[in-house]
C-alpha cells in the first residue's frame, strides 16, 4: 500500500508484487478435439467462409456484427482484407472437424500492461451453432489468455438486444457486469452494451467444467451432450 494511502487511512486494491506485462498474443494455431483455430488468411479462408454463411439466407448472423452482410464474394474478401488482417482485432478462423472453415472469432482491445483482453467477432455459421466445436472454440481462446499468456481478465460484450450472446456468455462462465448505455452508434442505430467477464482466479474451476463437459465420456452415441456445461457451476461472487 503506498505511503500516502496508509496516512490517509485509505482502501486500496489488492497488491500485485511482481505484476508484469502480459504478452501480445500469438498469431499461432490453437488445435483442439472438435475445431482448430488458424489465424485468419484471405486466400486460405475466404471462399470457405462466404459460403458457410450463406447457409444462413437471412444474414441473422450479421444484425450484431458493426460490418455485413456481403452480397458477393469479391466485397467479403475485401473486407477481409482491409478489416481483419491486423493484431487487434486478431481473427481467428474457426475450422471444424471436416477441414473447413466454419466460422471467426478474435482477440481485441488488448491491453498487455493491464492484463485485460477481449473475445469478440464472433460469427459461427449455422453448421457450427449449438456444437461442441462452438464450445471448445472459446474454450480454446480462454486457454491461450489464461494459461499461456497470464491476463488477468477476459471481456465478452455484446448488444444488449442480443439475446443469443447473452445466453452464450452466461453459459460459457462470463459474470454479467453491468449495461453501458448509449455506448456506440453501429449501422445507424444507438446501442446499449452489455458487459461480462472471466478474472483469472475463476478460471481454474472453469477450466474444469469445459474439460468435463468436451471429454468423450460426456457425449452418448447420438453425440448428445449427457450434462450441461453449466451444470453444477457456482456464479461468481
Known amino acids: 500500500m503506498p505511503a500516502s494511502a496508509r496516512r490517509a487511512n485509505l482502501p ?21 478435439r472438435f475445431c482448430r483455430l488458424e489465424p485468419l488468411e484471405t486466400r486460405t479462408h475466404a471462399a470457405e467462409l462466404f459460403e458457410a454463411y450463406r447457409e444462413d439466407p437471412a444474414g441473422r448472423g450479421w444484425t450484431y456484427l458493426p460490418y455485413g452482410p456481403f452480397e458477393r464474394p ?4 475485401k473486407w477481409l482484407s482491409a478489416d481483419s488482417g491486423g493484431s487487434d482485432p486478431l481473427f481467428f478462423a474457426v475450422v471444424d472437424a471436416n477441414g473447413r472453415a466454419a466460422g471467426m472469432a478474435g482477440f481485441l482491445r488488448i491491453q498487455p500492461a493491464i492484463g485485460v483482453i477481449e473475445i469478440g467477432h464472433i460469427h459461427f455459421a449455422p453448421r457450427l451453432q449449438g456444437t461442441p466445436a462452438a464450445t471448445e472454440c472459446i474454450y480454446l481462446m480462454l486457454t491461450r489468455v489464461f494459461d499461456e499468456l497470464g491476463y488477468r481478465r477476459c471481456e465478452w460484450k455484446c448488444d444488449s438486444l442480443n439475446s443469443g450472446s447473452r445466453r452464450a456468455a452466461e453459459r460459457l462462465g462470463f459474470t454479467f457486469e453491468g449495461l453501458f448505455r448509449q455506448a456506440t452508434v453501429y449501422k445507424g442505430r444507438s446501442r446499449d452494451t452489455a458487459w461480462y467477464a472471466v478474472i483469472d482466479r475463476e478460471w481454474p474451476a472453469l477450466r474444469a467444467s469445459f474439460r468435463r463437459w468436451l471429454a468423450p465420456s460426456n457425449f452418448g452415441p447420438d453425440g448428445r451432450q449427457r450434462k450441461r456445461l453449466n451444470a453444477g457451476r457456482r456464479p461468481a461472487a
Open 12 to 32: 486500496t486494491g489488492r497488491p500485485l508484487p511482481g505484476w508484469r506485462p502480459r504478452p501480445l498474443p500469438p498469431r499461432t494455431p490453437m488445435p483442439g
Open 74 to 77: 469479391a466485397a467479403f474478401r
